[in-house]
């Protein structure tokens, strides 16, 4: 059982776009939604999360978009850069956290 | 250390030995998280420990996976009668808290096993 649900896969962006990534999840007892970004050879790192009161939160060139009455949330990357091409997953809690599939995204300049 | 230890970094063994995979959690982190990552997906839990007992198990495969953590820092898992199909990086994550506070998890860079 998928219980939380990532799309797309893989993404390709232009240097200077903008990456969406968006997740769907089931369960209404996740109390906290991170995404992690994680490259090849390494461990997944915590990049941003938000909690399931908040609509909306930013960091930087990176913002978590929350929809609790859809249970979707999906994270943007503006001024996309070469160096942010890795893999992202969303996450959720309920303790333990589970994890969406992935999205590959490559920056291309 | 800074961050979480795993070893061994890689781990090639044939069908049906056992083996035995590290983590050494960020020091004073209580929790201790194992996840499985295959190819192409996203990690799996497995188990996790708040100090010296498994606080839930519930994502082991089978009772061919076991884990410990005797003295609540390092851990290891056991894997006996390895199958082709247990070939993944293996995935140690800690947190200095429950976890019911805060979803950050700090992992390590994993054990590659590869099950010939």
């Known amino acids: 059982q998928q219980q939380v649900k990532q799309s797309p896969q893989s993404l390709i962006v232009q240097k200077g776009g903008i990456s969406i990534i968006n997740c769907a999840y089931e369960?209404?007892?996740?109390?906290?939604f991170p995404w992690y970004q994680q490259f090849p050879g390494k461990g997944p790192a915590l990049l941003i999360a938000i909690r399931p009161d908040v609509s909306e939160k930013k960091e930087g060139r990176f913002t978590i978009s929350f929809n609790k009455s859809a249970k979707q949330f999906s994270l943007h990357i503006m001024d996309s850069q070469p160096g942010d091409s890795a893999t992202y997953f969303c996450a959720a809690k309920a303790t333990p956290l589970v994890f969406g599939k992935g999205t590959r995204l490559s920056v291309i300049a | 250390g800074a961050g979480v230890s795993q070893t061994p970094s890689n781990k090639v063994t044939e069908k049906g030995k056992y083996v035995e995979l590290r983590c050494d959690p960020i020091?004073?982190?209580?929790?201790l998280y194992w996840y499985r990552q295959s190819l192409g997906q996203g990690p799996e839990f497995l188990i996790y420990?708040?100090?010296?007992?498994?606080?839930?198990d519930s994502g082991l495969p089978n009772d061919r996976f076991f884990a410990v953590r005797p003295e609540g820092s390092v851990s290891t898992l056991k894997i006996q009668r390895t199958e082709r199909g247990d070939s993944a990086v293996y995935l140690c994550a800690s947190s200095p808290t429950l976890g019911q506070n805060t979803g950050e998890l700090f992992f390590g860079e994993g054990s590659r096993l590869t099950v010939l």
């Open positions: 369960n209404t007892a996740f109390d906290y």
């Open positions: 420990f708040q100090g010296t007992g498994a606080a839930d």
């Open positions: 020091s004073g982190h209580t929790a």
